[in-house]
């Protein structure tokens, strides 16, 4: 119950497209859901974050969409940029808690 | 903000050696995480400090390793004796945390750990 589960394993996308990484989670006691971006070399860096009390929410070519009665969610990447390569970490927590459990990351290569 | 400072960035040891991975997190963070990344298990969560104190330890692998945070400022976590297992890259994470809500966590670049 306290897994969150996410696809693809890894994702190639041509530049300008749409870029799509899906997450699902359990425990319905979750409140809070991140996505993480990591470059090589480097450690994850918070993204995008939504709660559940919105459906959507948009920073830039960056939306997450939320689904709560299927307790799934989304990364969206318009437009995606050879910049965008990276690897996708999803995460959910229950905001009061330090634990944050993380998907199995998604590896996106944007193909110039 | 220098952001949360790691070393060694690298570390090549010979199995039984003792390691010692260093942190120091964002000024005014009062929440420190150690990570380990590895291809097979992800990202795991070894340890987790508040206040300098250990919270919650669950993660850590086995009494080879050991975490310790002696002030706000600094952190180490000490693999003895080191094996090849333990290769990873180590993470050291801060974050605020303020009442019951804990703020982002903000991670550092890691420390590419390789037992050899």
């Known amino acids: 119950q306290q897994q969150v589960k996410q696809s693809p394993q890894s994702l190639i996308v041509q530049k300008g497209g749409i870029s799509i990484i899906n997450c699902a989670y359990e425990?319905?006691?979750?409140?809070?859901f991140p996505w993480y971006q990591q470059f090589p070399g480097k450690g994850p860096a918070l993204l995008i974050a939504?709660?559940?009390d919105v459906s959507e929410k948009k920073e830039g070519r960056f939306t997450i969409s939320f689904n709560k009665s299927a307790k799934q969610f989304s990364l969206h990447i318009m437009d995606s940029q050879p910049g965008d390569s990276a690897t996708y970490f999803c995460a959910a927590s229950i905001d009061s808690n330090y634990q944050l459990i993380w998907g199995a990351g998604t590896k996106l290569i944007i193909k110039p | 903000d220098a952001g949360v400072i790691q070393s060694p960035r690298h570390e090549v040891t010979e199995m039984g050696q003792e390691v010692t991975l260093r942190c120091k997190p964002i000024?005014?963070?009062?929440?420190l995480f150690w990570y380990r990344q590895t291809m097979m298990r992800g990202l795991e969560l070894l340890i987790y400090?508040?206040?300098?104190?250990?919270?919650?330890d669950s993660g850590m692998p086995e009494d080879r390793f050991s975490a310790k945070m002696p002030n706000a400022s600094f952190s180490t976590l000490k693999i003895q004796p080191s094996e090849p297992r333990d290769s990873a890259v180590y993470f050291c994470?801060?974050?605020?945390?303020?009442?019951?809500?804990?703020?982002?966590?903000?991670f550092g670049p890691g420390t590419r750990l390789l037992v050899l």
């Open positions: 400090f508040n206040n300098n104190v250990p919270i919650d």
């Open positions: 000024s005014g963070h009062n929440s």
């Open positions: 939504i709660r559940p």
């Open positions: 994470a801060s974050s605020l945390r303020r009442g019951n809500l804990l703020e982002t966590q903000y």
């Open positions: 425990n319905t006691a979750f409140d809070y």
